[in-house]
């Protein structure tokens, strides 16, 4: 298969936001970017051949180990096929995960044996996403206020992967017995450095975790990275901190050009969003767009999973065209905040958190078919990995990055089905965005 040439990263996401999030980073600093939902053909992938960057979206966030064992040893096979410098397993900067679902160590495992390495160096910080790692340990930021991770006031009560130790080294212990050693801030910024990390890392046999805690720590990460990789493809896993990390690196050495500036798509007269998101600040965000025009649709996720569900989902997009014909904007959502979420009862049912993402992205394309529309959001990092799914989207380039709430472009999509090809598309993690965000989103705005 032809590949583009002179691959800076390649990466595979662990859900189709976090994915998202990757190609913003660095599209926004001048690395073009191409995203593929599936491992592309020779022809999809010569449409690309320009970009120094190629990522393949997944859905291991929600996924068991045997899951991973089975899909994601071809997924690194392949992006390792590429041969790009650096290849990126991309988690959440939240790290939420357990032994049983979304097993991160189980994943270093996986890409440490393919790619033949002694060690996986790990990147979590990413101040540029309010991320911080200090001593191993996570901290993340929520309406103002910088919290450990296990204290948190989302994150340590996550619907499926609730984050009970913010200390990264002992969260991973329980996915892996591979150990984890630490190049801890003190390290990083001593005059001594490079010899030092040299040193941990020749004695490593497991996992090296960076610290960053500020965009200073960040460049000196990056820096480390970069300087440590071997030729032949070097496997790293982390947030998108991986990235601006990198690219700090990359500027430094006269392989990128800086930021690029982006033109303003304009307003959509009207745009569907769906959500699967339990999350606040999603809540948030709906009760902001509904006070400023859009009409807010309640779904009930168990009526759309149980026997009259057909009959259910055929309502929803019903209403959902109604109020498009209407000439407003229209959410759907399964979840108006934490205090609606109905995910005790979801999960009683097998398969059934998949099942409704891909539901929801059923509503979402019949809405853009119905309505010929140019633009639409999925709100949920979960839900977006299978919603998208559902509209025939092949890959994904960045139309519009958001400064001032990044990990959620809005992007153009690209593919053979003509009602989505060309659809401008924005993919909204739970915790992402501020309270204007959807109304941001119609209105074609950077902030």
């Known amino acids: 298969m032809s590949a583009p040439q ?8 662990d859900d189709l936001t976090g994915s998202t999030d990757v190609m913003e980073a660095l599209a926004s600093n ?30 291991s966030r929600s996924e068991t180990p045997a899951w991973m064992e089975e899909n994601l040893t071809p997924a690194f096979g392949w992006l390792k096929s590429l041969d790009a410098a650096i290849c990126h397993y991309k988690v959440c900067s939240t790290f939420d995960s357990s032994p049983a679902v979304g097993n991160i160590g189980k994943a270093v495992e996986i890409g440490k044996a393919l790619f033949g390495q002694s060690y996986v160096p790990v990147l979590v910080g990413a101040p540029q996403l309010k991320r911080y790692t200090a001593f191993g340990h996570l901290f993340a930021a929520y309406q103002g206020d910088v919290y450990r991770i296990d204290r948190h006031p989302v994150m ?30 003190a390290m990083l910024a001593s005059d001594d450095a490079d010899q030092r990390i040299d040193v941990l890392c020749g004695g490593a046999d497991g996992m090296v975790l960076f610290d960053v805690d500020s965009p200073e720590r960040q460049a000196h990460a990056g820096r480390q990275l970069w300087r440590i990789k071997r030729g032949g493809g070097w496997f790293v896993t982390g947030s998108s901190g991986v990235e601006y990390a990198l690219l700090s690196a990359w500027s430094e050495a006269g392989l990128t050009q800086g930021r690029k500036t982006f033109p303003l798509p304009g307003k959509a007269d009207r745009i569907a969003v769906v959500s699967g998101s339990v999350s606040p600040t999603t809540e948030r965000q709906i009760r902001h767009a509904i006070a400023n025009g859009f009409i807010g649709i309640d779904l009930d996720p168990l009526e759309l999973l149980g026997e009259n569900g057909p009959a259910t989902l055929e309502r929803a997009i019903s209403a959902g065209i109604e109020g498009l014909k209407a000439g407003r904007s229209v959410i759907l959502n ?17 398969g059934s958190r998949h099942r409704l993402g891909r539901l929801l992205g059923t509503i979402l394309r019949r809405l853009v078919e119905d309505q010929q529309l140019s633009r639409a959001v999925i709100a949920g990092g979960d839900t977006s990995s299978h919603a998208l799914r559902e ?48 109304s941001q989103i119609r209105e074609g705005l950077q902030q």
């Open 334 to 350: 399964t979840a108006l905040g934490p205090s609606a979420d109905r995910g005790g009862d979801i999960d009683r049912i097998p």
């Open 156 to 185: 340590s009560r996550h619907p499926v992967t609730p984050m009970a130790e913010a200390d990264l080294r002992m969260h991973l212990k329980a996915q892996t017995p591979l150990e984890t050693k630490l190049a801890d801030l």
């Open 391 to 438: 509209l025939h989207v092949q890959a994904l380039t960045t139309l519009l990055p958001l400064p001032q709430t990044p990990g959620s472009p809005l992007c153009t999509a690209h593919g053979t089905y003509g009602a989505t090809n060309g659809l401008q598309i924005a993919l909204k993690g739970g915790q992402v965005g501020s309270d204007g965000y959807f």
């Open 6 to 13: 002179n691959l800076l990263l390649s990466y595979y996401g």
């Open 30 to 59: 001048g690395v073009e970017t191409a995203l593929f939902m599936d491992v592309p053909d020779e022809a999809l992938l010569k449409r690309f051949s320009h970009c120094r960057a190629i990522g393949l979206a997944g859905t």
